[in-house]
């Protein structure tokens, strides 16, 4: 009842953006790809950089339209996970809403082919370095396509089957398989942050560093 104001406004708020965090697991795409990027020491940063940026416009813009868009609370709730398909339907027309739908599937595809490629690379990168399990049939490249076919299938076929369970119950085997996502992901993104922040000043910063500004965040 006290809108803004309310503590528990501000508490479902930041849950509702912690519901959306596993849509930016990706910004480290552009690191995986680095030894096939040109100027990799900046471009690869900027990369980085320039998506989360990106991300954060446009996506904080679209979730903004969509809850606007919302006809009532009770219809919403109703939806349950089908929540997206019922605004859109509700605020257009069904044919809108398949089209948005199309254009969201489509997206979607290019988002896994986009992750699948960046993790085989890493893991190829990984294994023709010595490093991990298996190394010696992950480093293999097709003489054929140039690509390493064997990661590419490591990567793929556990994550298919990690999503079979949205084949019972769509809503629950969704949330299951992006919390798994999210809490590996953001495992490894924290690894090299603690080890950068424990190097200090003996670390070797390459061509595009934040410098001194690194300690902003664990001062």
């Known amino acids: ?3 803004w104001h309310s503590p528990v406004f501000w508490f479902v708020f930041g849950l ?3 519901m959306a965090q596993y849509t930016i697991t990706g910004y480290d795409a552009s690191a ?11 471009a690869a940063a900027w990369g980085i950089v320039m998506s989360v940026v990106v991300s954060v416009i446009f996506g904080f813009a679209l979730l903004v339209a969509v809850t606007f868009a919302i006809p009532n609370t009770e219809g919403g709730l109703k939806a349950g996970a089908n929540i997206v398909t019922y605004i859109w339907q509700s605020s257009m027309s069904t044919k809108w809403a398949e089209f948005l739908l ?7 595809f290019f988002c896994g082919t986009a992750s699948v ?4 690379r890493m893991m190829f990168a990984f ?3 010595g490093a991990g399990p298996g190394r010696k049939y992950f480093r293999k490249v097709s003489r054929k396509h140039r690509v390493p076919v064997n990661a590419v299938i490591a990567i793929a076929v556990p994550s298919w089957a990690l999503m079979l369970p949205t084949l019972w119950n769509g809503a629950i085997g969704y949330l299951v398989g992006t919390s798994i996502a999210v809490i590996g992901l953001y495992i490894a ?4 942050i603690y080890l950068r922040w424990r190097a200090g000043d003996s670390f070797e910063p390459g061509a ?3 410098g001194k500004h690194y300690k902003w965040i664990n001062p």
């Open 1 to 3: 009842g006290q809108g």
């Open 16 to 18: 509702g953006l912690l």
């Open 32 to 42: 995986h790809m680095s030894e096939e990027t040109r100027n990799a020491s900046r």
């Open 102 to 108: 199309v254009i969201a599937v489509v997206a979607q």
């Open 117 to 120: 490629t960046s993790a085989s």
């Open 127 to 129: 294994s023709r370095d």
């Open 189 to 192: 993104y924290g690894v090299p």
């Open 208 to 210: 595009w560093s934040l």
